[in-house]
């Protein structure tokens, strides 16, 4: 009898798991399309394919070598000893993980749309997931003893509270964020952005339905991001769910009132809500949540601002805002919001979350820089100028999002 529960709540955590898995990994579904619609139609296929085989790169470096660095366990043993324990509990939580490994490269690439090449960001990618994003994902969650962690030097430092970041804030969109900021630096702007005089020339997103969609199936797919990091049926949190939906209303109409109603911003406002409350989900109150979410959603639309008129980065997607000052601010929220005062838990401290949120940003740039100055001086990141002005999707892929509109001028 006690056998059979025991396998009855394995399988039932196999099952979380997996469904978790594939709620984030549609997310990704998200991610294309929300590129698709941002990016001018020259340059959709490739928005499309790229995150497609981003995530089959992903899924190989981080079997091959992430997931072991991270938490030291390696897949190259028989079936049957993958199966032994737990009904293979332990590949389902590969699976899920990698989904978000895998977000890395799908954050990049909004940021570096319409000029980078296709092989070369496909190489970016491949060492992010397989090692930038594993060192400090296992300093948090892994077999690295560093950060979040009992025991860590930093839990020893703020009185034996680790760093805290529940589903991410910092992890993963914080470290894609800023990665894809040394990425955007290094591309430099799309021809024709801003004229030789610095003025500015906006390129408008091209399909705002396709852009609206994106946001969606990624606000859908949140719930299983956030919700599912619980990783077990028992552990999962009611509160976590509730903070997640807070905090995106909070984005959205921050977001609305700031932007007078730009659907642009509303859309990623409800994202860059969603970003900012994942460290914090289990922690802070649903109240704090909607205050998290909102200023993360002001935090985006200045910051989209800030960096396109005043840093004159060509940032197409906004993920330096989105992800990464959005991420940065949900970790340094969570040891703000969650201490008790403010109606959270308690157990997070606020040094731990502004020392772990600001090794992640050392991180991320040390290797964003790092590896793109490389491949950018050997093998070169960006598209030449004729091919840019083509589009990617000719150049790269040699067909067009719409090929009926060329084939019917000689029709």
């Known amino acids: 009898m006690e056998k059979d529960f025991g396998s009855l709540v394995s399988s039932g955590d196999v099952l979380f798991m997996m469904l978790g898995a594939v709620m984030v990994f549609a997310m990704h579904g998200g991610f294309a399309f929300l590129e698709v619609g941002t990016v001018r139609k020259k340059n959709q296929v490739n928005a499309l394919v790229k995150i497609l085989v981003d995530f089959a790169i992903s899924t190989l470096v981080y079997f091959t070598i992430g997931y072991g660095i991270a938490y030291g366990i390696y897949m190259f043993q028989p079936a049957s000893e993958l199966l032994a324990e737990n009904q293979g509990y332990e590949l389902v939580h590969f699976f899920f993980l990698l989904t978000f490994a895998a977000a890395i490269p799908a954050i990049i690439s909004g940021g570096i749309a319409e000029r980078s090449k296709f092989w070369t960001q496909a190489l970016a990618a491949g060492i992010f997931v397989g090692v930038a994003y594993p060192l400090f994902e296992g300093m948090v969650w892994g077999q690295i003893t560093f950060l979040g962690q009992e025991g860590s030097w930093l839990a020893e430092l703020t009185g034996g509270v680790p760093f805290h970041d529940y589903a991410g804030s910092v992890v993963v969109h914080s470290m894609g964020g800023w990665i894809a900021l040394t990425a955007v630096i290094v591309l430099g702007p799309r021809f024709g952005r801003w004229d030789s005089q610095g003025r500015s020339r906006p390129i408008p997103i091209s399909n705002v339905p396709f852009m609206a969609l994106g946001s969606w199936m990624l606000c859908v797919g949140w719930f299983g991001f956030n919700v599912m990091s619980a990783a077990t049926m028992q552990g999962i949190s009611g509160l976590v769910a509730i903070n997640s939906l807070f905090a995106m209303a909070g984005g959205i109409l921050a977001a609305l009132v700031i932007s007078k109603n730009d659907p642009g911003f509303i859309h990623n406002g409800a994202l860059?809500?969603?970003?900012?409350?994942?460290?914090?989900?289990?922690?802070?109150?649903?109240?704090?949540?909607?205050?998290?979410?909102?200023?993360?959603?002001?935090?985006?639309?200045?910051?989209?601002?800030?960096?396109?008129?005043?840093?004159?980065?060509?940032?197409?997607?906004?993920?330096?805002p989105l992800h990464g000052i959005a991420g940065s601010w949900g970790g340094i929220a969570c040891g703000i919001f969650g201490q008790e005062a403010l109606g959270g838990l308690g157990q997070v401290s606020f040094v731990a979350q502004l020392i772990g949120t600001l090794i992640?940003?050392?991180?991320?740039?040390?290797?964003?820089?790092?590896?793109?100055?490389?491949?950018?001086?050997?093998?070169?990141?960006?598209?030449?100028?004729?091919?840019?002005?083509?589009?990617?999707d000719l150049a790269i892929h040699n067909i067009e999002a719409y090929p009926e509109d060329a084939t019917s001028r000689f029709l």
């Open 272 to 320: 860059a809500g969603l970003v900012a409350i994942c460290a914090g989900s289990d922690q802070v109150h649903p109240i704090g949540a909607l205050v998290i979410g909102a200023l993360a959603g002001v935090i985006f639309v200045k910051g989209f601002t800030w960096e396109q008129e005043k840093l004159k980065l060509d940032d197409v997607l906004g993920v330096w």
């Open 360 to 392: 992640a940003i050392v991180v991320a740039v040390v290797f964003g820089f790092t590896v793109y100055k490389v491949l950018d001086k050997t093998v070169g990141i960006r598209l030449d100028k004729e091919d840019e002005q083509r589009g990617s």
